[in-house]
């Protein structure tokens, strides 16, 4: 089941790329813990933020040696009962207080620590795809194989949807079509899906070029939306100007370190947490972003090498559904601090600060390291 055999075979030109994002993140928490603390007011790099960033990334570390030499197999058999315990835990959350107004965490007052079950949510559904879309195989392009992944995808979509948390529901849509892509689905059901999602874009990119007014197709959209969720529709929000204005005024070369004066200030909101991307823009300015995005063009690549070189068809799946799942999380918060998407608070790989993405990421790509290193086996 496990063997560290398999930890000497994976692509360790992942670990530089990751090793590098990772000093990103804290660079930016350090600079941007202002949360009152003396260790935060005194200059210190290790504020307390920081701190626990560093313990996600260790616990993160070690889950991902654990996956990378685990046999990724063996997951098909545990499939149903990690979908299991995925629904129950989304379910669950709804008998729980609110935090922030919403109900997407657990509190764990012993570890002082907050648990958010739909950031593992996401990776469990690739799991279940792949299982199903596997054996599923000879009758990839019958209507009720769609129709059952469809209930696989659906099932955990409105949970997460009712939380609210619109943007991690909306990550499961481009996995699922993919995976459809790759799993040989009938090929109307990925047309539709296809259709389905290029209108919501072109609709949405009407909005914020202009092209329809926010506020003339509120009396509409509200009877499908909520008012807050149709308001993040909204191209001239605080928070989209706060974003490309920091991003501007990093320029080239940026503000330098801790010398930023308008996150600094307060002006961006979520500065280490969704909106890290233009709050790491005005201290580093485009050289700094352009970096990140070669090192996360770097890890998407390596991840696509997985898919092509996976020796079975379910590895081939899963590989497919886990790129994607860290692809549609870079593509979103980029274009939503860009004003090409809404805020939908969707967290920056391994660099936006939280727990549980860290985790659910290590893991995701400690799965694709086994995948990479069981690649000839047959």
Request: glycine letters at 8%; charged letters at 15%.
């Amino acid at each position: 089941m496990w063997s560290h055999k398999y930890i000497s075979r994976i692509d360790f030109r992942v670990l530089f790329v990751l090793i590098g994002l990772m000093t990103i993140s804290l660079l930016t928490i350090a600079s941007y813990s202002t949360d009152g603390s003396p260790d935060a007011l005194d200059g210190s790099f290790f504020t307390p933020l920081v701190k626990r960033q560093i313990e996600g990334f260790l616990l993160g570390f070690g889950v991902f040696l654990f996956f990378a030499g685990f046999d990724y197999n063996k997951l098909r058999e545990w499939t149903w009962l990690l979908y299991a315990l995925m629904i129950l835990s989304l379910i669950g959350l709804f008998f729980t207080d609110p935090i922030q107004r919403v109900q997407r965490w657990y509190k764990i007052p012993l570890l002082g620590i907050s648990f958010q079950p739909s950031e593992y949510a996401k990776l469990i559904v690739v799991i279940t795809l792949s299982w199903f879309l596997e054996r599923r195989r000879m009758q990839a392009s019958s209507w009720s194989t769609a129709f059952f992944g469809l209930i696989i995808v659906g099932i955990p979509f409105i949970l997460i949807l009712k939380q609210p948390d619109l943007g991690t529901a909306l990550v499961l849509f481009p996995i699922t079509l993919v995976m459809f892509y790759f799993g040989d689905l009938n090929s109307w059901v990925v047309r539709m899906l296809v259709t389905a999602g290029s209108v919501a874009l072109f609709f949405i990119a009407l909005i914020f070029l202009g092209v329809i007014s926010h506020e003339d197709i509120r009396p509409y959209a509200t009877k499908v939306l909520k008012d807050y969720q149709f308001d993040r529709l909204d191209p001239n929000t605080h928070h989209q100007k706060a974003a490309i204005t920091a991003i501007s005024i990093g320029g080239l070369t940026g503000k330098g370190w801790r010398k930023s004066e308008y996150t600094g200030s307060g002006w961006l909101p979520a500065s280490y947490t969704d909106s890290v991307f233009p709050a790491f823009g005005e201290e580093f300015g485009f050289i700094g972003l352009l970096f990140l995005m070669v090192l996360f063009y770097a890890l998407l690549y390596f991840s696509f090498q997985v898919t092509a070189t996976a020796s079975d068809h379910f590895g081939r799946l899963l590989s497919a559904g886990v790129t994607v799942y860290l692809a549609m999380h870079i593509l979103v918060n980029v274009g939503m601090m860009c004003g090409l998407l809404p805020i939908t608070g969707v967290p920056l790989v391994l660099v936006s600060y939280g727990g549980s993405s860290i985790l659910s990421t290590m893991i995701a790509l400690g799965i694709l390291q086994s995948i990479y290193s069981r690649r000839f086996m047959f």
